[in-house]
């Protein structure tokens, strides 16, 4: 009914920059909160970054002045542009969102993307 689809993960070299887009489709009322997670082998998944409806954004401190969290409201897609990265990005990224659908209006579900590697590496 509703999918959240990643793109724009990969393998990168440290220093580098990669941008990861999420695209939710489908019987889509409204849309709430979107965030980045990611999740390194081994360890808990975290939340790295998250913007709010009307723009509002926060970020895990390790991320800070490196990523930067955009949304395209018209386009229901969240961006995730990372610079300046390092091995220790590397992860499995997950994006989430809080969306109402057409068939419930007033009733916030949590949707989850299936993640998109990515690999900071020389």
């Known amino acids: 009914q509703v999918q959240l689809v990643e793109s724009g993960g990969g393998l990168v070299q440290p220093g580098g920059s990669l941008r990861l887009s999420c695209a939710a489709s489908?019987?889509?009322?409204?849309?709430?909160?979107m965030r980045w997670h990611r999740q390194a082998p081994g360890k808990q998944r975290e939340l790295v970054a998250a913007?709010?409806?009307?723009?509002?954004?926060n970020y895990e401190d390790s991320v800070k002045g490196r990523f930067t969290i955009s949304r395209d409201n018209a386009k229901n897609t969240v961006y995730l542009q990372m610079n300046s990265l390092k091995p220790e990005d590397t992860a499995i990224y997950y994006c989430?969102?809080?969306?109402?659908?057409?068939?419930?209006?007033?009733?916030?579900?949590?949707?989850w993307g299936q993640g998109t590697q990515v690999t900071v590496s020389s």
């Open positions: 989430y969102a809080e969306i109402t659908t057409t068939r419930n209006p007033f009733t916030l579900r949590n949707y």
């Open positions: 489908g019987s889509i009322f409204s849309i709430n909160a």
């Open positions: 913007i709010s409806n009307g723009g509002s954004t």
